[in-house]
């Protein structure tokens, strides 16, 4: 379970970090695979990768590069360190495992754009009928 999932997530965050450094996002490289491939043909993680990697969209292209150099600096460890990272975003962990955020930190505004509410807001009824508000987060 840690392999899979939370190595997989730190690997995301590895990439995350250098597409926003190359200013880009994960999420335009998500946005330019599901343009590119609208059907249901299954293809290798790879071949995706490649393809967005070589499109036109320069920010998809410059994100699905982040993720295959995370995947490629990565792939033979059983959990991808990120120690480094967290601390150039200002993330540390006191003695108890409280999280502290330094926004000095070299790349506390990526940590910021990662985290930061999108535009998008939508608004749901909970089960009580009163209107609530839900903001997505990058």
């Known amino acids: 379970y840690q392999h899979a999932y939370w190595a997989g997530a730190a690997l995301m965050l590895l990439a995350e970090i250098e597409a926003r450094r190359s200013g ?3 999420d335009d490289f998500v946005r330019a695979a599901r343009a590119m491939f609208r059907d249901d043909r299954p293809r290798s993680a790879r ?10 969209d320069a920010k998809a292209a410059a994100a699905a590069r982040a993720l295959l150099h995370a995947y490629d ?6 959990f991808p360190s990120t120690e ?14 409280g999280v502290h955020l330094d926004d000095d930190a070299r790349l506390a505004s990526i940590r910021r754009a990662i985290t ?4 998008a807001v939508a608004k749901a009824e909970d089960a009580t ?7 997505a987060l990058h």
Do not use: C, N, Q
Request: glycine fraction near 10%; hydrophobic fraction near 50%; avoid cysteine.
């Open 24 to 26: 880009a996002s994960l």
């Open 47 to 56: 071949a995706i990768l490649d393809a967005v990697a070589a499109g036109s």
């Open 73 to 78: 600096a990565h792939a033979r460890e059983p």
């Open 84 to 97: 480094k990272a967290l601390a150039a975003l200002g993330v540390s962990f006191d003695s108890i495992g």
């Open 116 to 119: 930061r509410p999108t535009a």
């Open 129 to 135: 009928g009163s209107t609530t508000t839900a903001t």
